[in-house]
């Protein structure tokens, strides 16, 4: 596949290699684990499509023009084989992570997500027996319509329906790390696995009702000492007025501004590492969800951008394989 250079803003300089980038994105068309509609297949293609009319300035004007970003372009999907696409996301991730580059995912339905954090979580809390030595908590930040914590859906375990849950199978990801933003869609067995378990939750409703710098502070203040956060997007957090191209158009969501307004509230929140899943192209109309999509990974690479040169001023620099002095 062709990767042409005025994506992302322009960003994604021409050959450019993952070993010089610090943001790798890598698409991931894969939609066989979406319960109700498929189509998140198309999503990477038109993402990078509609990224070609985003400029290297987020919209709170944060410059993001000096970023070094390499798309890697699609991992070879196969839609009847889960395994082998697991191991072929593994692979990439593993890749990304070595060569020090934040990675940003493009899906594909959100049961991609577990492979993903699957990788990160492996590299940055190798298990460690009975040595006591105590793994860093590792974060996630969920912004999503459902909680997708089901133990099985229909007859599997994959589903897109249950990958939080599968993610929280991982020894370093505890519930009491997770926050999930615009909840509103629940089963009751997951919503009595969240009242066991404590996840903190912020419902669209509270994110309608309360201003974002205060939610932000709250999610900040439960994630205090997790140094590793992942983001991901599942875009049906998003209204379907805002976002009618999804698998699932679910009601009373959070409009762009919410999203948006959010993200940047949550900017101090470490990226590890970030998807952006769920957007259907095939029910989007006028592109209005792929365009929002684009703009978030724009977003993303603005906080990126501001983390990196916030270390640079603290003299270190932390890189998805550790922290490192400044040269
Ligand atoms: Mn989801």
Same mark, same amino acid.
């Not at 309608?208 to 983001?231: C, F, K, M, N, Q």
């Not at 501004?257 to 940047?264: A, C, I, K, S």
């Given at each position: 596949? $062709?990767?042409?250079?005025?994506?992302?803003?322009?960003?994604?300089?021409?050959?450019?290699?993952?070993?010089?980038?610090?943001?790798?994105?890598?698409?991931?068309?894969?939609?066989?684990?979406?319960?109700?509609?498929?189509?998140?297949?198309?999503? /990477?293609?038109?993402?990078?499509?509609?990224?070609?009319?985003?400029?290297?300035?987020?919209? %709170?004007?944060?410059?993001?023009?000096?970023? %070094?970003?390499?798309?890697?372009?699609?991992?070879?999907?196969?839609?009847?084989?889960?395994?082998?696409?697991?191991?072929?996301?593994? %692979?990439?991730?593993?890749?990304?992570?070595?060569?020090?580059?934040?990675?940003?995912?493009?899906?594909?339905?959100?049961?991609?997500?577990?492979?993903?954090?699957?990788?990160?979580?492996?590299?940055?809390?190798?298990?460690?027996?009975?040595?006591?030595?105590?793994?860093? /908590?590792?974060?996630?930040?969920?912004?999503?319509?459902?909680?997708?914590?089901?133990?099985?859906?229909?007859? !599997? $375990? *994959?589903?897109?329906?249950?990958?939080?849950?599968?993610?929280?199978?991982?020894?370093?990801? $505890?519930?009491?790390?997770?926050?999930?933003?615009?909840? @509103?869609?629940? +089963? /009751? +067995?997951?919503?009595?696995?969240?009242?066991?378990?404590?996840?903190?939750?912020?419902?669209?409703?509270?994110?309608?009702? *309360?201003?974002?710098?205060?939610?932000?502070?709250?999610?900040?203040?439960?994630? !205090?000492?997790?140094?590793?956060?992942?983001?991901?997007?599942?875009?049906?957090?998003?209204?379907?007025?805002?976002?009618?191209?999804?698998?699932?158009?679910? /009601?009373?969501?959070?409009?762009?501004?919410?999203?948006?307004?959010?993200?940047?509230?949550?900017?101090?929140?470490?990226?590890?590492?970030?998807?952006?899943? +769920?957007?259907?192209?095939?029910?989007?109309?006028?592109?209005?969800?792929?365009?929002?999509?684009?703009?978030?990974?724009?977003?993303?690479?603005?906080?990126? $951008?501001?983390?990196?040169?916030?270390?640079? @001023?603290?003299?270190?620099?932390?890189? !998805?394989?550790?922290?490192?002095?400044?040269?």
């Amino acid at each position: 596949m $062709k990767i042409e250079r005025d994506i992302w803003g322009g960003l994604n300089g021409e050959g450019r290699s993952l070993q010089d980038a610090q943001v790798a994105i890598v698409g991931v068309p894969f939609d066989s684990a979406a319960c109700y509609r498929r189509g998140a297949a198309f999503a /990477p293609d038109k993402m990078r499509e509609m990224s070609k009319r985003c400029h290297p300035l987020t919209e %709170r004007f944060v410059d993001i023009s000096d970023l %070094r970003v390499c798309d890697l372009g699609d991992i070879d999907v196969d839609p009847l084989d889960w395994p082998a696409t697991y191991n072929r996301i593994d %692979r990439q991730l593993q890749e990304v992570i070595h060569a020090g580059a934040v990675p940003i995912v493009l899906g594909g339905d959100h049961s991609i997500s577990f492979p993903v954090v699957r990788a990160l979580h492996n590299h940055h809390s190798p298990f460690r027996g009975n040595s006591g030595v105590p793994s860093q /908590p590792f974060g996630l930040v969920w912004f999503d319509a459902h909680p997708d914590l089901m133990h099985t859906y229909g007859v !599997s $375990k *994959y589903s897109h329906a249950c990958t939080l849950r599968r993610i929280l199978e991982l020894n370093n990801i $505890k519930p009491r790390h997770v926050v999930m933003i615009g909840v @509103r869609k629940v +089963e /009751p +067995e997951e919503y009595e696995f969240m009242q066991e378990t404590g996840i903190y939750c912020v419902h669209a409703s509270e994110v309608a009702r *309360y201003p974002a710098d205060a939610i932000a502070e709250g999610i900040r203040e439960h994630l !205090s000492g997790v140094t590793r956060v992942y983001w991901s997007f599942d875009i049906d957090v998003l209204d379907p007025a805002f976002a009618p191209g999804t698998g699932i158009p679910t /009601p009373a969501g959070l409009t762009t501004r919410q999203l948006f307004d959010l993200v940047y509230a949550l900017r101090e929140l470490p990226v590890t590492g970030a998807d952006i899943v +769920e957007v259907a192209p095939p029910f989007d109309h006028a592109d209005i969800t792929s365009f929002a999509a684009a703009t978030l990974v724009m977003e993303i690479l603005g906080l990126i $951008k501001t983390q990196r040169e916030s270390e640079r @001023r603290a003299g270190y620099t932390t890189t !998805s394989v550790g922290v490192q002095s400044v040269r």
